[in-house]
């Protein structure tokens, strides 16, 4: 019985690379969309504090990177859901497509950027390091998708809207009491 099931889930996720590549082969001119129809999926590392978690008191995630998901989820005209993750299987689940993008603090480092695609940096935890104690060189955070994936761009077009209305800075100041939003250039 174990070894069918995994024959159905190797089936279905070939069955999902293949149909992910033939959809890169239209015009161009489609926009990009999430794999289920309707939801954007986001993984997410909800161990961080003040920026994606569970409180003890809630089911529900809470935090900055929770809202600017929201957010963009609202833009897209989508519903949102949360796939929690580890820190270390974040990026590497976007291979296996478990979700559509990372939202969670992640840096734009060189490595990440050769990888994934990935938007411009909205936000940039410098001043609140240790605060969500995350201690990296890399302050400045994007939105990840999986390498090739045009939705990264569709994400940073809300990323720049979230950012010229001042949202992502009043949402910075919910759970930092200032503002870490990088203004759009």
């Given at each position: 019985?174990?070894?069918?099931?995994?024959?159905?889930?190797?089936?279905?996720?070939?069955?999902?690379v293949?149909?992910?590549?033939?959809?890169?082969?239209?015009?161009?001119?489609?926009?990009a969309?999430?794999?289920?129809?309707?939801?954007?999926?986001?993984?997410?590392?909800?161990?961080?504090?003040?920026?994606c978690?569970?409180?003890?008191q809630?089911?529900?995630?809470?935090?900055?990177?929770?809202?600017?998901a929201?957010?963009?989820?609202?833009?897209?005209?989508?519903?949102?859901?949360?796939?929690d993750?580890s820190?270390e299987?974040?990026?590497?689940?976007?291979?296996?497509?478990l979700?559509?993008?990372?939202?969670?603090?992640?840096?734009?480092?060189?490595?990440?950027?050769?990888?994934y695609?990935?938007?411009?940096?909205?936000?940039?935890?410098?001043?609140v390091?240790?605060?969500?104690?995350?201690?990296?060189?890399?302050?400045?955070?994007?939105?990840?998708?999986?390498k090739?994936?045009?939705m990264?761009?569709?994400i940073?077009?809300?990323l720049v809207?979230?950012?010229?209305?001042?949202?992502?800075?009043?949402?910075?100041?919910?759970?930092?009491?200032?503002?870490?939003?990088?203004?759009?250039q």
């Open positions: 019985m174990r070894k069918s099931a995994k024959k159905v889930i190797s089936i279905l996720c070939c069955m999902t293949l149909l992910t590549g033939l959809s890169g082969c239209s015009l161009g001119k489609e926009k969309r999430p794999i289920e129809s309707g939801t954007l999926k986001v993984g997410m590392n909800l161990q961080i504090d003040k920026m978690y569970v409180p003890s809630s089911s529900m995630p809470e935090g900055f990177e929770v809202e600017v929201q957010k963009i989820a609202e833009k897209l005209e989508l519903k949102l859901e949360i796939v993750t820190e299987n974040l990026l590497k689940s976007l291979d296996a497509e979700y559509d993008c990372v939202i969670s603090a992640v840096g734009l480092a060189d490595w990440n950027k050769s990888h695609s990935y938007t411009d940096a909205y936000a940039d935890i410098a001043e390091k240790d605060v969500i104690g995350k201690n990296t060189e890399d302050t400045k955070i994007a939105v990840f998708t999986k090739g994936n045009p990264a761009k569709e940073n077009k809300k809207e979230l950012r010229k209305d001042g949202s992502i800075g009043e949402i910075s100041k919910k759970y930092f009491e200032k503002d870490i939003s990088i203004p759009v």
